[in-house]
């Protein structure tokens, strides 16, 4: 496995949780690989390692993007006031005419989803389209762990080493977006 270089991310905490998700993928990766293992086993070993892959990402992503100077807002309805009932809006079954004050506030960490950041930070020129591409790839196979949501039956190492070349390619790149 590659060296990687941590140091760009200055959260001391939040690099050492870097650095030990990356020893454990790398040492799960590798035990996966014996021969005694089973398919199921394999295949279980993989969507965990894209998991924590794709949460590595997030998280330097995340870091990046506290850094960038726009931020994701959403809109707040405050100082709801609602008419009287002959206004009832008959469009909506059950609706009813309000008058709110609307106000832009930036959007928290944990309202903000992988899918959301990354398109953002395509937009704001930090990620290259085909490198947003990739990750949300990534990010629809990690997602295959919700054992609801309908997925294909084997989860492959190449699968496994397109979401490794991508954590590395964006470990390569997160210190160019980082401000020192």
């Not at 490198?131 to 989860?155: D, F």
């Amino acid at each position: 496995m590659r060296r990687m270089d941590f140091d760009f991310i200055k959260d001391s905490d939040l690099r050492k949780k870097i650095e030990g998700a990356v020893e454990y993928i790398y040492a799960s990766y590798e035990e996966s690989k014996k021969k005694d293992k089973s398919e199921l086993y394999q295949t279980e070993t993989f969507r965990v390692i894209i998991l924590y892959t794709i949460s590595i990402i997030e998280a330097v992503l995340f870091d990046i993007y506290h850094q960038q100077g726009k931020r994701l807002v959403k809109e707040e309805y405050k100082e709801t006031t609602s008419l009287p009932e002959e206004y009832i809006h008959t469009k909506v079954e059950n609706g009813r005419v309000a008058i709110v004050v609307v106000k832009k506030v930036e959007k928290s960490e944990i309202e903000i989803g992988f899918q959301e950041l990354v398109k953002f930070l395509e937009k704001e020129k930090v990620l290259h389209k085909e490198t947003a591409i990739r990750m949300l790839k990534a990010n629809n196979v990690r997602n295959t762990l919700h054992l609801r949501k309908e997925r294909a039956p084997v989860c492959t190492v190449q699968e496994v080493e397109h979401a490794l070349e991508l954590l590395f390619h964006t470990l390569q790149n997160a210190p160019r977006f980082i401000k020192k």
